[in-house]
């Protein structure tokens, strides 16, 4: 089945035309209004807008406007080339993630789902080895637990949220501190119909551990990482998923894992870099680690 009712499409980031400041310029409704941008990545204080062709004239009003923003650069690529990959559609278990210009072209069978997932310009198409494994286990935990409400921290493009929507989970609250990429995810929600599902917003992940769930995913930065496990309502989570952790990286957060009343189910780093870490609360009485649905 498809989980959601997204058209095909054209690709409209064939080309991109990226305009690098050193500081954060407030973009202009003449700007938003252009049917060529495509966002603005801020960072660290600095700032990429994106267009899908050259708008060096819009850009040189920008800069009139906000002298002391000063861009620095200005790099044309192509949209494999940002990603660092092809966008194309591939499998996860039984979720096909595919592009809205590029569905797949292998016939989905009974209980196969489709998630629809535009990257826009948030860095990354979904097959970085983290996020794949964590939508193995989502994947793992949605169908053999009654996992219904689900929190993403780091959402980024949202493909987790969606994939735990796709898989049953009623109420996901995914969140991002970059606005494109709430923006990116909430584009991503309307694509699969997943409105009554989803809610994208921004936020610090540090500061979302009040939020309750069935699942906790965090697939971000160590340092947004080592907050979060120590809040006090992070053992709290029935179920959770930390990764984006290097090796050092996931060495210390086992250690404060191993002190707190929690259970590590399994540390996955197939590729011997990037770990992905699966746990769960410690509850009276629980005797096995994966109870099935009932």
Request: negative net charge; hydrophobic residues 40%.
């Amino acid at each position: 089945m498809r989980a959601g009712p997204g058209k095909s499409m054209e690709n409209p980031y064939q080309q991109l035309y990226i305009y690098n400041f050193d500081r954060i310029p407030e973009i202009s409704p003449a700007i938003v209004a252009d049917p060529a941008y495509l966002g603005t990545w801020e960072e660290g204080g600095t700032a990429f807008v994106f267009f899908s062709r050259p708008a060096d004239a819009l850009i040189s009003d920008l800069e009139e406007a906000f002298p002391d923003a000063g861009m620095v650069a200005r790099y044309e690529m192509s949209c494999e080339e940002w990603h660092g990959d092809r966008i194309e559609p591939y499998w996860v278990e039984n979720l096909c993630i595919a592009p809205p210009w590029e569905r797949s072209k292998k016939s989905l069978g009974a209980g196969d789902i489709e998630v629809l997932l535009d990257p826009g310009v948030v860095f990354g198409t979904g097959r970085h080895q983290t996020t794949e494994d964590c939508l193995t286990l989502i994947h793992r935990l949605c169908t053999t637990h009654d996992i219904r409400r689900v929190t993403d921290i780091g959402t980024g493009t949202g493909l987790l949220a969606l994939g735990a929507a796709a898989l049953g989970a009623f109420e996901v609250m995914a969140c991002d501190f970059n606005l494109l990429a709430v923006q990116t995810t909430q584009k991503n929600i309307l694509l699969n119909g997943f409105e009554d599902r989803i809610l994208a917003f921004q936020a610090r992940g540090e500061e979302m551990m009040g939020l309750d769930c069935d699942l906790m995913v965090a697939n971000i930065h160590y340092d947004v990482m080592q907050h979060i496990i120590a809040h006090p309502a992070f053992s709290e989570k029935p179920w959770f998923i930390l990764s984006g952790l290097l090796n050092s990286e996931a060495a210390k957060v086992m250690a404060v894992l191993k002190e707190l009343p929690v259970q590590v189910i399994q540390r996955r780093c197939p590729d011997g870099i990037w770990n992905t870490i699966l746990g769960r609360r410690l509850d009276a009485g629980a005797s096995t680690p994966f109870a099935t649905k009932g």
